[in-house]
């Protein structure tokens, strides 16, 4: 059973900047494209962004472009998010994804497996 699990969350003021990681056991990592979605309290889940199998493609939400990075360690099983120029806006629940398929995707439908979630607060 693939199990993913987050950690790097916290409190930042804005601008600042915080990384998260996302170690993934019990599945073939380097065969799976990973994404990260985010849930603000009161809305829905949002897409983050996502990284191709091999790390060599991304996908960026409009609102994290320029300042979100999302990159991938196959030889120690995790994704990373790192989070730089944070806003009060980024504040929410990050969730880490993975899918069967090998390609980026912004649609939370093509994602298999879950995180339980890490908490991200940024005050202004």
């Known amino acids: 059973q693939v199990q993913l699990v987050e950690s790097g969350g916290g409190t930042a003021q804005a601008g600042g900047s915080l990384r998260l990681s996302c170690v993934v056991s019990g599945g073939t990592f380097d065969k799976n494209a990973m994404g990260w979605f985010r849930r603000a309290p009161g809305s829905k889940r949002e897409f983050v962004a996502s990284?191709?199998?091999?790390?060599?493609?991304?996908i960026y939400a409009d609102s994290v472009k320029g300042r979100f990075t999302i990159s991938r360690d196959n030889t120690q099983n995790t994704v990373f998010l790192q989070m730089n120029n944070l806003r009060p806006g980024d504040t929410g629940t990050y969730y880490c994804?993975?899918?069967?398929?090998?390609?980026?995707?912004?649609?939370?439908?093509?994602?298999?497996?879950w995180g339980q979630g890490t908490q991200v607060t940024v005050s202004s």
């Open positions: 994804a993975g899918r069967s398929g090998i390609a980026p995707s912004d649609l939370s439908v093509n994602y298999d497996a």
């Open positions: 990284i191709s199998f091999s790390g060599h493609s991304f």
